[in-house]
Structure formats: C-alpha cells, structure tokens
C-alpha cells in the first residue's frame, strides 16, 4: 500500500486560514469516510484532530476542521495562532482492513 | 481515563528481534473490545502503520512488514506485544502504540508516548 499523498509543507500568518490537502485512492481515502487528521509537535506524540473525515474530538478547538471529495480529504485551520505550528499527517482505514498515513505536512505560522 | 504506555529495550542489534510491549491503564483490555495499533516513525520522517491486533486475536499487518511482524495480545497482564524480527538500521525509530476505534466510525485515539528503537551494533 502506498503512503497518502500530502504537501510537504504549508505556511500561513496568524489569523489567515490554510488548508493541507490528502490525496489517496478508491481503496483508502475514496473508499470510506474513515479519514483522521493528527497533530504532532516536536518530541511529542501525535493528537487525534479530526476523525471521520469532519467529525471534531471533545476538547479541539472549532477552527480544526475537515472535509473529503473523491479520494481528496483536506484539513482546514482558520484563526491561525502560533500554537498551530507543527506536522500533521492524514490517516485512512482502507477496504483491506489495514491503515495508511500521509507523508505528513509541516505547518509554519510566519 | 485510558493511557498506553511502551516500553521495551532501546537499542537491538542488527539481524536480531525488536520486542515492544504496550501496556494499557484506566480500563480492562480483557472486559472489552480493546485493541492495539503499532506505528512508527524514523528519525525526521513519517508515520508508518505497522499492524494492528485486535481483542478477537485478529492481526493486520503492513505488507511490506508482514513476513517480520507479530503482534499478540495478553489480557491477563493487560499488554499489547510487538515482534519484528531480523532487524536493521531501517528500523530505527520512534514506536508507538495507539488505540484503533472501529464500528462505524475508525481512528486512532488514544495514542502512547512512544519509546524510541535505534538498531546498531
């Protein structure tokens, strides 16, 4: 299974929006609404951002949000703050039962 | 609350057998439907999805990992384990344990610390 597909890096200035894009196929990102967004800062574990492509965790913030068409899900951040700053990586369950993760996107709040 | 937790040793020398184990905090893995997710990340790079284990005993494993992974479950010491055998400096990275959610809805919450794995001789 081959990695999904996102931009290497993504920049923006406190108070725009940016969007990082998450690009699969009929197998995995097409296949189900079963994509999640994480947020990792340096040295730290991943955090659980959006789930079910839209869907918001108890406890993060609504200006997280995401959404899918085709086998593109994207990731929306709007208010930029610089605690946004950080990687983020897409994951999808596939049709195979397996999961996926994208290469990951470095977000910078100039 | 539930927490994850690795553990296991730092370094393993090449062509010999990482073994990672997850323990689980704040809930009974044998009273419910728990499962464990591995996934790693070299240094500087992504995150790659080794395998899963499921509280049935099901595994599903990366294809590209699968000739080396094993993954079991033990639910009388509330412990997920890993096994990758025949390692090499490719498989050094960050390791990391996740709870998979399933049945209508799927991701990956919550997740462990991570315990780094450097293979060198």
């Known amino acids: 299974q081959s990695a999904l597909t996102q931009p290497a890096s993504v920049s923006g200035s406190p108070g725009q929006s940016i969007t990082i894009s998450c690009t699969g196929t009929?197998?995995?990102?097409?296949?189900?609404?079963?994509v999640s967004w994480y947020q990792q800062h340096p040295g730290k574990a991943p955090k659980l951002m959006i789930y079910?492509?839209?869907s918001r965790p108890s406890g993060v913030s609504n200006r997280f949000s995401g959404s899918k068409s085709g086998n593109t899900a994207s990731l929306t951040i709007s208010g930029l703050q610089a605690e946004d700053e950080a990687d983020y990586y897409c994951s999808s369950y596939t049709t195979s039962g397996t999961w996926v993760f994208g290469g990951g996107t470095k977000l910078t709040v100039l | 609350q539930l927490q994850l937790q690795e553990s296991g040793p730092g370094l393993v020398k090449p062509s010999e057998t990482l073994s990672l184990t997850c323990t689980v905090s704040?809930?009974?893995?044998?009273?419910?439907?728990?499962?464990c997710g591995w996934i790693r990340q070299p240094p500087g790079k992504g995150l790659e999805w080794i395998g899963t284990?499921?509280?049935?005993?099901?595994?599903y494993y990366n294809p590209s990992l699968r000739s080396r992974v094993t993954m079991s479950v033990d639910t009388s010491k509330n412990q997920f384990s890993l096994k990758l055998t025949s390692v090499t400096a490719a498989d050094t990275a960050v390791y990391y344990c996740?709870?998979?959610?399933?049945?209508?809805?799927?991701?990956?919450?919550?997740w462990g610390q991570g315990t780094l794995v450097t293979v060198s001789s």
């Open positions: 079910d492509v839209s």
């Open positions: 704040g809930g009974s893995i044998g009273s419910s439907t728990y499962s």
């Open positions: 996740a709870r998979p959610v399933l049945g209508g809805t799927a991701r990956f919450d919550p």
């Open positions: 009929s197998s995995d990102v097409g296949g189900y609404n079963y």
């Open positions: 284990v499921y509280s049935s005993g099901s595994t």
